[in-house]
């Protein structure tokens, strides 16, 4: 065996980033995230790892999102003993993040049981308790950027700054293949996430260049976004605030807790400041975020474009919220506030009772300010779904949506383009992950069109494992595609809508079709041929 790597997540589909590298001295772990998207996607998060979680020797940890550190404690309560090796930014941030997690899954399990029991069904457990998120806290190890660390035999790593939000990392690596010792080594390159050019709080991503392998994000990989500076995307900002507010009803703003919206915060603080907004009602109704704000202002030294002469975070509109009971009162508020809560996909959290309360009004609007992953409720309200459900229920959707790229954490098509072919050259595979097929199959197309050999891209599938060649001096031919002896998914389950999905729809469809019936003959009729159609399968 020389080096292998194996893709456990991020792999046709943006979430769960997990990727195995085992070397002749032992295996480890570059991310452990959790599956976001379809109800068929997150049971992955349910199900046993697909490797010894004990044999693993250490993690390196690109970043605090929960799709690259959230099941980091289901792999401490398996029986993971590690270091897990972060910059210390990541390292604070999941100090809250981890914790409100296991809070986030008994919550959400204890209303999924209630229901169960109702049915007749056995409970579920959830994925990690707050008691495995503590553990998974006591094995971080804070690095520095630009620093060469040796987490274990025959591995050295560093830390680059990737630009994504506060402590995101690329990891390059150099593993020492079998019989060698102190000579020739594999280097590769994990991008992590990439944040765009001029990102707000952060400097534009660093990494270098003439590796071995690339194993690099494409979660943009097929989309080009309009380039707005500060400036452009605060007169932006305040145009969406001010026509929500004038519609007589609230803004939402589903909140990715960790960069986005502290992001939106310092906006908003120079917008009101300035003048350009009236003071308005800001709510800020996410535990984890309010949490997530307070380590920013820690590193406050560490970030860029911040205000001068005013805190954004310490505004006296800003009102932030922490018991249940005080995100109750919320509700009860019917225009003129800014009611941001977690999450930013609107796939858990307290955003859906928001929604819940108020997408059936036709003064609300609901901003979204991120990438929203197939089969999540913010995917569908995205797509223009007219009745969507909710706990259980339906809800029409009467709400305004509106989408605002400026806030993404990503870089687009165009700069990932530039931020690959700044690591040229690559000796050997450009491995793309993090993405959805469509993004991967439009970025193969364009990092061809910029001169780059398509026969050296490969596109892994889920559980995917490929044997790594050694350093060559002369360009080598690209591995063999990777194997997949035991996927967990299909390829087809990735990054698309399923079952859990149409079957809501149906549910939709059935209840509209018996609504505009005229008579009760008729519904009859109609729930006549769905029996029918049942007893016929």
Same mark, same amino acid.
Request: charged share 25%; glycine share 10%.
């Given at each position: +065996?020389?080096?292998?790597?194996?893709?456990?997540?991020?792999?046709?589909?943006?979430?769960?980033?997990?990727?195995?590298?085992?070397?002749?001295?032992?295996?480890?772990?570059?991310?452990?995230? +959790?599956?976001?998207?379809?109800?068929?996607?997150?049971?992955?998060?349910?199900?046993?790892?697909?490797?010894?979680?004990?044999?693993?020797?250490?993690?390196?940890?690109?970043?605090?999102?929960?799709?690259? #550190?959230?099941?980091?404690?289901? /792999?401490?309560?398996?029986?993971?003993?590690?270091?897990?090796?972060?910059?210390?930014?990541?390292?604070?941030?999941?100090?809250?993040?981890?914790?409100?997690?296991?809070?986030?899954?008994?919550?959400?399990?204890?209303?999924?049981? *209630?229901?169960?029991?109702?049915?007749?069904?056995?409970?579920?457990?959830?994925?990690?308790?707050?008691?495995?998120?503590?553990?998974?806290?006591?094995?971080?190890?804070?690095?520095?950027? @630009?620093?060469?660390?040796?987490?274990?035999?025959?591995?050295?790593?560093?830390?680059?700054?990737?630009?994504? +939000?506060?402590?995101?990392?690329?990891?390059?690596?150099?593993?020492?293949?079998?019989?060698?010792?102190?000579?020739?080594?594999?280097?590769?390159?994990?991008?992590?996430?990439?944040?765009?050019?001029?990102?707000?709080?952060?400097?534009?991503?660093?990494?270098?260049?003439?590796?071995?392998? %690339?194993?690099?994000?494409?979660?943009?990989?097929a989309r080009d976004r309009v380039r707005l500076d500060?400036?452009?995307?605060?007169?932006?900002?305040?145009?969406?605030?001010? =026509?929500?507010?004038?519609?007589?009803?609230? %803004?939402?703003?589903?909140?990715?807790?960790?960069?986005?919206?502290?992001?939106?915060?310092? $906006?908003?603080?120079? %917008?009101?400041?300035?003048?350009?907004?009236?003071?308005?009602?800001?709510?800020?109704?996410?535990?984890? #975020?309010?949490?997530?704000?307070?380590?920013?202002?820690?590193?406050?030294?560490?970030?860029?474009?911040?205000?001068?002469?005013? @805190?954004?975070?310490?505004?006296?509109?800003?009102?932030?919220?922490?018991?249940?009971e005080q995100s109750k009162a919320i509700g009860r508020?019917?225009?003129?506030?800014?009611?941001?809560?977690?999450?930013? +996909?609107?796939?858990?959290?307290?955003?859906?009772?928001?929604?819940?309360?108020? /997408?059936?009004?036709?003064?609300?609007?609901?901003?979204?300010?991120?990438?929203?992953?197939?089969?999540?409720?913010?995917?569908?309200?995205?797509?223009?779904?007219?009745?969507? *459900?909710?706990?259980?229920?339906?809800?029409?959707?009467?709400?305004?949506?509106? =989408?605002?790229?400026?806030?993404?954490?990503?870089?687009?098509?165009?700069? /990932?383009?530039?931020?690959?072919?700044?690591?040229?050259?690559?000796?050997?595979?450009?491995?793309?992950?993090?993405?959805?097929?469509?993004?991967?199959?439009?970025?193969?197309?364009?990092?061809?069109?910029?001169?780059?050999?398509?026969?050296?891209?490969?596109?892994?599938?889920?559980?995917?494992?490929?044997?790594?060649?050694?350093?060559?001096?002369?360009?080598?031919?690209?591995?063999?595609?990777?194997?997949?002896?035991?996927?967990?998914?299909?390829?087809?389950?990735?990054?698309?809508?399923?079952?859990?999905? $149409?079957?809501?729809q149906l549910a939709i469809d059935i209840h509209d079709?018996? @609504?505009?019936?005229?008579?009760?003959?008729?519904?009859?009729?109609?729930?006549?041929? %769905?029996?029918?159609?049942?007893?016929?399968?």
């Amino acid at each position: +065996m020389t080096v292998e790597l194996g893709f456990y997540g991020a792999a046709g589909t943006v979430t769960g980033s997990c990727f195995r590298l085992a070397t002749p001295a032992g295996a480890f772990l570059i991310d452990c995230g +959790m599956f976001q998207g379809t109800k068929t996607v997150k049971e992955l998060n349910y199900q046993g790892f697909p490797f010894d979680p004990a044999a693993l020797e250490f993690v390196l940890l690109t970043h605090a999102h929960i799709d690259h #550190a959230g099941l980091l404690p289901k /792999l401490v309560a398996a029986g993971f003993k590690g270091p897990i090796y972060a910059t210390t930014a990541t390292c604070d941030l999941l100090q809250f993040v981890l914790p409100d997690s296991a809070n986030v899954q008994a919550s959400e399990v204890e209303r999924l049981n *209630r229901r169960r029991r109702q049915r007749g069904q056995e409970p579920v457990t959830p994925i990690y308790s707050a008691e495995d998120a503590d553990h998974t806290l006591d094995r971080l190890r804070p690095v520095d950027y @630009d620093a060469w660390i040796e987490p274990g035999a025959g591995v050295s790593a560093r830390f680059w700054n990737a630009g994504h +939000m506060l402590g995101s990392a690329s990891v390059e690596l150099a593993v020492e293949e079998a019989g060698t010792t102190g000579g020739d080594r594999t280097r590769l390159l994990f991008s992590g996430d990439i944040g765009p050019g001029h990102k707000l709080f952060h400097p534009d991503p660093a990494a270098p260049s003439g590796i071995d392998h %690339l194993i690099c994000e494409s979660t943009y990989g097929a989309r080009d976004r309009v380039r707005l500076d500060v400036a452009e995307r605060r007169e932006v900002l305040r145009d969406e605030v001010q =026509t929500a507010i004038d519609r007589g009803g609230n %803004l939402l703003i589903p909140a990715f807790a960790v960069e986005r919206t502290q992001e939106i915060l310092v $906006d908003l603080a120079a %917008l009101f400041v300035s003048g350009a907004l009236k003071s308005i009602p800001v709510f800020l109704d996410s535990p984890l #975020a309010a949490r997530a704000t307070a380590v920013f202002a820690k590193h406050a030294h560490e970030l860029e474009n911040m205000p001068r002469g005013v @805190d954004p975070f310490t505004l006296r509109n800003l009102k932030i919220t922490e018991t249940v009971e005080q995100s109750k009162a919320i509700g009860r508020i019917r225009g003129g506030a800014i009611i941001m809560a977690g999450s930013g +996909m609107c796939d858990a959290g307290r955003i859906r009772h928001h929604l819940k309360a108020h /997408l059936w009004r036709s003064d609300c609007t609901v901003l979204l300010t991120g990438f929203q992953a197939v089969g999540t409720m913010g995917r569908l309200l995205q797509e223009g779904r007219k009745v969507v *459900r909710i706990h259980g229920e339906e809800t029409a959707v009467a709400a305004r949506i509106r =989408t605002l790229d400026g806030y993404s954490g990503h870089a687009d098509s165009a700069e /990932l383009i530039d931020w690959v072919t700044g690591r040229l050259p690559v000796g050997g595979t450009i491995f793309l992950v993090h993405g959805e097929d469509d993004a991967r199959s439009a970025m193969v197309e364009r990092l061809g069109a910029a001169g780059l050999a398509i026969d050296r891209i490969s596109c892994p599938e889920l559980d995917s494992v490929v044997d790594l060649a050694g350093p060559r001096e002369a360009p080598r031919a690209p591995p063999a595609p990777p194997a997949v002896p035991h996927p967990r998914l299909p390829k087809e389950a990735m990054g698309r809508e399923d079952w859990h999905n $149409d079957y809501a729809q149906l549910a939709i469809d059935i209840h509209d079709a018996l @609504d505009r019936l005229a008579d009760e003959r008729a519904r009859n009729a109609l729930l006549r041929r %769905l029996r029918r159609a049942l007893s016929e399968r």
